[in-house]
């Protein structure tokens, strides 16, 4: 069992930064791929980025590469997602997950889910 828990969005101006935090609790937290979605109103959850469980593996969407950085930091198990380069299309509630193993974008290859945290972006 993990049980994952989001913090650190909050409003934001475009061009500025947020850094995410997931925290993750369970036996099984270091053999985890962790997997950040995101799901804008009245959209689908969508993918963002994921992370190999130590870390040496990462897979960004295309419309995030290059401003999202994802690590983690497994003696505090810990992901950390440094959002920069805002744009107000970034705007959603962002979920972290788990998964047995490696990397996937497909939610449904997650188990675990946090509750969310919700990143609001100004123009």
């Known amino acids: 069992q993990v049980q994952l828990v989001e913090s650190g969005g909050g409003l934001a101006q475009a061009g500025g930064s947020l850094r995410l935090s997931c925290a993750a609790s369970g036996r099984t937290v270091s053999t985890s791929g962790i997997g950040w979605f995101r799901q804008a109103p009245g959209k689908e959850r969508e993918f963002v980025v994921a992370?190999?469980?130590?870390?040496?593996?990462?897979d960004y969407s295309g419309s995030v590469k290059g401003r999202f950085t994802v690590s983690r930091d497994n003696a505090k198990n810990t992901v950390y997602l440094q959002m920069n380069s805002l744009k107000p299309e970034d705007t959603a509630v962002y979920y972290c997950?788990?998964?047995?193993?490696?990397?996937?974008?497909?939610?449904?290859?997650?188990?675990?889910w946090g509750q969310g945290t919700q990143v609001t972006v100004s123009s």
């Open positions: 992370i190999s469980r130590n870390g040496g593996i990462t």
């Open positions: 997950a788990a998964r047995p193993g490696g990397t996937s974008d497909q939610k449904s290859d997650y188990y675990y």
